[in-house]
């Protein structure tokens, strides 16, 4: 009814203060949901019947107060009301412009137009065609001046609506353009309100790239001690004072583990130490025996040269793997080329073949020098023992590793009669210290999580002072036609887009963390995804909708009336 059949005409003319004349007079339209073009045209038609073409651009605060009743008078007729409710229309004007003020309600009536009018002014009223008087809310007269109007024309037509879904989304638009008004209009409230949620969204974008980098740290590193291998150990168990002693892991234990399906590559393992010589550079190193499939099993670069090949394994050759820490070592200097060069191991005159990056830490693995050469080589020229130290045995990608140790237990368990080995899996670190990770990386977002919510309940309060100062704009809306779900929309929507933007400047500040600390040269390593930013945005966008929620309802059940009356 307020939308569509009554216009209102209020005494202190009730225009909002952020828009300008002709878009105050649009106010009615957007609710009505007609479209822009026509919604604008017929505004400023009104605004130039009324004489203020020149001033439809400015502000109320810009105009005097004839013109802004004059601008709330053609508010009133934007929607085509049959019915104007016009509350002191002249009490705050001078008397040329009341004069011309009852002229224009005099004009709208003869146009056909109902005018209720208000005044306690008898002059006024006695320009009206029907004068009830009233006294402490009692009629204590109802007179005409003028007969009954036999015909009445028909007010002027108004701009057909758009569709419902064109309307809906033009009440939507508006709602936006209010949302941002309104922040605008108070920037440090609303950046201190933000201030929370970005706050809450750095952190943890932060502490999720962080636990992210670290994981993938780990598994890089876990990566260079050899992906899904198993490394199978004579005795009961790291620690055993017998493993020494037990014989029973042979290269046919490798050879038949290397026949099974499971199995990507396998490798016999024996080691031992032993001086090593050049000119006269000597140092401790460890020589490691290995089959030419070790380097497959462990993932190793090669950075010059070539690996040695099964027909080195089967002659017994004498070519070696140096590491890059060996590398260093013959040959501090780094200028000559080491492939092709001989040395000693021990006594053993051996040929440097190629040479490979450094693994980490490990089985396998070691901060001081080491060659890898043909385990037949080291057993037959070194140890003079054809046991192996242990079998290393690369998983295949398709097949569970705890399937696979199983497996393997059950085929060396059946062949040597007796359980007199062990199996380390490397699957079992990787795990353990992924799920630490993750662990850490969640009781640290917990903590960063409620940083969101003291956010949430920040927004939550600055949206209540909002609604409570923002009440005549309440009441005005609902006046000149929005419906509730217009105010709650509208209070929703200034809600989500603070959180939303305060979301953006939290993975801004998160990057900046993340750089800052690359650029100080820190070891620690941020990994961000797209995935973490959009969950980041849509997290702060339902803070906004959930602690919003509460001030829009409470917007949108206010009274027109009351929240209009209020001061």
């Keep these: 009814l307020r939308r569509e059949y ?61 013109q ?82 036999e015909a009445v024309p028909p007010p002027s037509p108004v701009p057909a609506p758009a569709g419902l879904l064109r309307a809906g989304f033009g009440r939507l638009k508006e709602a936006f353009g209010m949302a941002v008004r309104a922040m605008t209009a ?21 502490v999720v790239a962080l636990g992210e ?38 290269v046919l234990d490798a050879q038949v583990l290397a026949a099974q399906p499971y199995a990507a590559s396998v490798t016999p393992t024996v080691s031992t130490s032993a001086t090593i010589r050049l000119g006269n550079v000597e140092a401790s190193a460890l020589v490691n025996g290995v089959s030419e499939r070790y380097f497959d099993v462990r993932g190793s670069v090669l950075t010059r040269g070539s690996f040695f090949t099964a027909e080195d394994v089967r002659t017994l050759a004498q070519d070696v793997v140096i590491d890059e820490n060996t590398l260093g070592v013959l040959f501090p200097n780094g200028t000559a080329n080491p ?58 990608d398709d097949t569970p590793m705890a399937a696979a140790q199983e497996a393997v237990t059950e085929l060396l368990t059946h062949r040597h009669r007796a359980k007199d080995f062990f199996i380390f899996n490397q699957d079992e670190i990787r795990n353990t210290i992924t799920a630490t990770t993750q662990t850490l990386t969640l009781m640290i977002s917990s903590i960063a999580v409620i940083s969101l919510l003291v956010g949430g309940i920040g927004v939550m309060n600055i949206m209540l002072v909002s609604v409570t100062e923002r009440t005549r704009e309440i009441g005005l809306r609902m006046a000149v036609g929005a419906r509730r779900s217009d105010i709650m929309q509208q209070f929703l929507i200034e809600a989500s887009l603070v959180c939303f933007i305060g979301g953006a400047l939290g993975i801004g500040l998160a990057l900046a963390i993340g750089y800052g600390f690359e650029a100080s040269g820190s070891q620690m390593r ?33 009274d027109p009336v009351a929240a209009l009356a209020r001061d």
Excluded at 117 to 144: P, Y
Excluded at 241 to 247: A, D, F, L, P
């Design 6 to 66: 009554f216009g209102f005409v209020f005494q202190r003319y009730h225009l909002l203060s952020e828009l300008t004349a002709l878009a105050n007079v649009e106010v009615p339209a957007i609710y009505a949901g007609v479209p822009p073009g026509p919604r604008q045209s017929r505004a400023a038609m009104l605004l130039e019947r009324l004489g203020l073409a020149s001033r439809a651009t400015h502000r109320p605060s810009e105009l005097s107060g004839g």
């Design 68 to 149: 802004q009743q004059r601008v709330s008078v053609a508010r009133a007729l934007m929607n085509g009301a049959r019915v104007l409710l016009a509350d002191e229309p002249t009490g705050a004007l001078d008397r040329k412009s009341g004069e011309e003020m009852l002229a224009l309600i005099e004009e709208l009536n003869r146009e056909g137009h109902t005018v209720i009018l208000v005044t306690h002014d008898m002059n006024v009223a006695a320009r009206a065609h029907r004068i009830i008087e009233l006294s402490d809310g009692r009629i204590i007269d109802d007179r005409r001046t003028a007969p009954r109007s």
């Design 186 to 206: 108070h920037k440090l409230r609303t950046t201190l309100t933000m201030l929370g949620i970005v706050i809450g969204i750095a952190a943890v974008v932060s």
């Design 213 to 250: 980098g670290a994981k993938q740290n780990v598994l890089q590193n876990i990566s260079g001690l050899g992906t899904n291998t198993l490394e199978i150990f004579p005795g009961a168990g790291f620690g055993d004072t017998r493993s020494g002693r037990v014989r029973t892991l042979t």
């Design 339 to 396: 492939i092709g060069t001989v040395f000693l191991i021990g006594t053993v005159p051996s040929r440097i073949v190629g040479v490979m990056r450094q693994q980490q830490g490990g089985f396998g693995g070691s901060q001081n020098p080491q060659v890898f050469m043909p385990y037949t080589s080291v057993q037959g020229r070194f140890l003079g023992d054809l046991s192996l130290r242990s079998i290393t045995l690369r998983v295949d």
């Design 526 to 558: 941020f990994i961000y995804s797209g995935e973490a930013f959009a969950v980041a945005i849509a997290c702060s966008t339902l803070i906004g909708l959930t602690f919003g929620f509460l001030p829009a309802r409470n917007a949108a059940k206010l």
